[in-house]
């Protein structure tokens, strides 16, 4: 099993762009998060999904949507771009919606 | 809405000493409780996981925590530490029963120096 998959490891976008993180597990885990991490900050629930086709917000979900069409994707699509959004990018699954199985990651940089 | 506090924020040990590390959590139901380590360059690691039974859980590379409900704690414990458990440390809390949402707290690094 490869586990969490995260694509790109790294990007760098200018404010205003937009852009999908890629986020996949093939653990057939019903659960499913995004999380950022920021320094002295911990990490923080973006959104979460409880199954295909259903999504729901977390503590910082402005400027970020998902969707999720099947149990094993669940992308993050940043609409336009914010300095504010530089960050660590992490996705998890679960097969309980108790312990996570985290990806690698996705290092953004919004200039 | 739980929340979950780490007051170590840096800690430095040489190797061979002994780690504790704190976790207090408020909430005032029923909890499930993790500690996750991420390791230089690495991503989260579920290293040891309390949900109910023995308040004394043992983990992985020798850890183990402790939960003291009276305390609302569940402190992080290792008794020699070595040089390749230098990481971030995050304790993490959610409510028993259904899916709830998962709180991490703020992280703990650990550095040990050989």
């Known amino acids: 099993n490869a586990g969490v998959t995260q694509t790109p490891k790294f990007q760098v976008l200018k404010t205003g762009q937009s852009m999908t993180l890629q986020c996949a597990q093939d653990?057939?885990?019903?659960?499913m998060s995004w999380y950022r991490q920021d320094p002295g900050m911990g990490l923080r629930l973006i959104h979460y999904?409880?199954?295909?086709?259903?999504?729901d917000q977390g503590e910082v979900p402005n400027g970020y949507n998902v969707s999720r069409s099947t149990t094993e994707d669940f992308p993050l699509r940043l609409l336009s771009a914010a300095p504010s959004q530089t960050s660590v990018y992490f996705c998890?699954?679960?097969?309980?919606?108790?312990?996570?199985?985290f990806g690698p990651g996705t290092r953004l940089t919004v200039t | 809405a739980q929340s979950v506090s780490q007051h170590n924020h840096h800690v430095i040990l040489s190797e061979a000493a002994s780690l504790e590390l704190g976790c207090n959590y408020s909430?005032?139901?029923?909890?499930?409780l993790f500690w996750y380590v991420q390791y230089p360059g690495q991503h989260l690691q579920l290293l040891l996981k309390?949900?109910?039974?023995?308040?004394l859980v043992k983990g992985i590379k020798g850890f183990e925590a402790e939960f003291i409900k009276s305390k609302f704690s569940f402190n992080l414990r290792k008794p020699s530490v070595q040089w390749s458990d230098t990481a971030e440390y995050f304790c993490?809390?959610?409510?028993?029963?259904?899916?709830?949402?998962?709180?991490f707290g703020t992280g703990t690094k650990l550095q040990v120096i050989p």
């Open positions: 998890a699954s679960s097969p309980s919606g108790y312990e996570q199985y």
């Open positions: 653990m057939n885990h019903e659960y």
């Open positions: 999904s409880v199954g295909a086709g259903i999504t």
């Open positions: 909430y005032g139901g029923t909890v499930n």
């Open positions: 309390y949900f109910s039974g023995d308040p």
């Open positions: 993490a809390v959610n409510p028993s029963g259904g899916y709830q949402k998962v709180t």
